[in-house]
Nanobody, 116 residues
């Protein structure tokens, strides 16, 4: 089975930057897409950014122009977060979909806190 491990979270001041990474390992057929989601306390989990195996990207309106998702290789995805705002505070989760059935897998999450 596939495993996803996130890294790069932490505490940063408003206006600062962080770079999150997600690495996939284990039994992998083919990854169709990798995405970043986030969930703040008491809020719904929301899609932040996604990238397909072909390189197509999609972003939530709230992060467009500030965040950039990229595929470092076939099994690793990064999220560069610039101009961070307190509203970006959340646990960020990596998601991957693989195989013809688009099986979904999740990482354990990494905390991002934006505060002065």
């Amino acid at each position: 089975q596939m495993q996803l491990v996130e890294s790069g979270g932490g505490l940063v001041q408003p206006g600062g930057s962080l770079r999150l990474s997600c690495a996939a390992s284990g039994s992998i057929f083919s990854i169709n897409a990798m995405s970043w989601y986030r969930q703040a306390p008491g809020k719904q989990r929301e899609l932040v950014a996604a990238i397909t195996s072909r390189g197509s990207t999609n972003y939530a309106d709230s992060v467009k122009g500030r965040f950039t998702i990229s595929r470092d290789n076939a099994k690793t995805v990064s999220l560069q977060m610039n101009s961070l705002k307190p509203e970006d505070t959340a646990v960020y989760y990596c998601n991957a979909r693989q195989g013809p059935a688009l099986k979904s897998d999740w990482g354990q999450g990494t905390q991002v806190t934006v505060s002065s």
